[in-house]
């Protein structure tokens, strides 16, 4: 059985304090409907209303409508091929959607590009890694601030004690991240000698090097041990208790989910069909059908 450590219990990180202070969305200047509107009514951070999306005749998200509480690690569940990381996609602008919003902080920010809504403050990870493999750990999260002094052509002659001042900051932030995720003793190791769960975590290491409000995590448990899914699961509950990050998590592992979500969002068929507390999906009827439903599709193909 999945074990989840209490929150108190874990190293302080000694992180650079958020640079934006945290701003309040306004609340509700569109309704969304039927039970799915629960996560939107008291102060949302991120709205999905009504979104669409079809890839020549495959309706892959048919009209989604969710909010996600500000603090909080909403699971967002549902059978393979429910819609969900095409979800992630239009959200975080991979994925141009044909209809509907995104709101996030109370800002229209449909159809924007990945890295616009990457500035946001609202970040995802992959269910495949994406690691350089020919860098170190530590290297991989050193590549990720952009606009870095050292990058520009005459910077590093002309101003080198600010070049290295920056590297040396990035530097202390990058092991600092990696202490967090208790991968310090990977640091200098190359990222391709990492197992399946530690790149997992790496991609989640990168993504933790951004200055981030909200992050989108796409099957972060997939490939992971259990041991290491302990630790996974510790590192979301403290960046959600330590720096007020919020998370939307998509996860076939129901341990994981029942264990740590709450609210926990279900879609099937590209919809939102059910949106509640552990305890009330695990008991709502219609989640079981879908789940059971999807199965016999699949096993009548
Ligand atoms: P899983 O849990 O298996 O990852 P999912 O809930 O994330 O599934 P999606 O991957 O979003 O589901 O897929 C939803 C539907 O859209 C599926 O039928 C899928 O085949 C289809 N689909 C997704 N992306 C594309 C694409 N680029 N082109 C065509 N069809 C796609």
């Not at 959200?91 to 229209?108: H, K, M, Q, S, Y």
């Not at 500035?119 to 606009?147: A, H, W, Y």
Request: hydrophobic content about 45%; proline content about 6%.
């Amino acid at each position: 059985m999945f074990a989840v450590r209490p929150c108190a219990r874990v190293d302080p990180v000694q992180y650079r304090p958020m640079t934006r202070p945290p701003r309040r969305a306004p609340l509700g200047a569109r309704a969304v409907d039927g039970g799915a509107a629960r996560g939107a009514a008291a102060d949302p951070l991120l709205r999905v209303e009504d979104v669409r999306k079809a890839f020549g005749g495959i309706t892959a998200v048919d009209g989604a409508t969710f909010g996600v509480r500000r603090g909080t690690i909403t699971g967002l569940i549902g059978p393979n091929g429910a819609g969900k990381t095409t979800l992630f996609n239009l959200i975080t602008g991979f994925v141009a959607p044909d209809g509907g919003r995104v709101v996030f902080r109370g800002e229209d920010i449909t159809g924007r590009r990945p890295h616009q809504v990457f500035r946001t403050g609202l970040c995802r990870t992959f269910q495949i890694p994406r690691e350089f493999k020919q860098l170190s750990v530590l290297e991989n999260l050193m590549v990720v601030p952009s606009d870095q002094l050292g990058e520009r052509l005459w910077t590093p002659w002309l101003r080198p004690r600010a070049v290295r001042a920056e590297e040396s900051a990035i530097r202390t932030r990058a092991l600092e991240v990696l202490d967090f995720l208790k991968l310090g003793h990977v640091a200098q190791d190359d990222a391709a000698s990492l197992s399946g769960g530690q790149k997992k975590l790496l991609e989640l290491a990168r993504v933790l090097m951004g200055d981030l409000d909200m992050l989108l995590l796409d099957e972060p448990g997939a490939g992971v041990n259990p041991s290491l899914m302990n630790e996974l699961a510790s590192a979301i509950e403290r960046l959600v208790a330590e720096r007020a990050v919020t998370v939307l998590l998509i996860e076939h592992d129901m341990d994981l989910v029942m264990s740590i979500c709450d609210p926990i969002v279900v879609m099937s068929q590209g919809r939102t069909l059910a949106e509640g507390s552990p305890d009330e999906v695990r008991r709502d009827p219609r989640v079981l059908e879908a789940y059971l439903g999807a199965r016999a599709g699949k096993s009548g193909a």
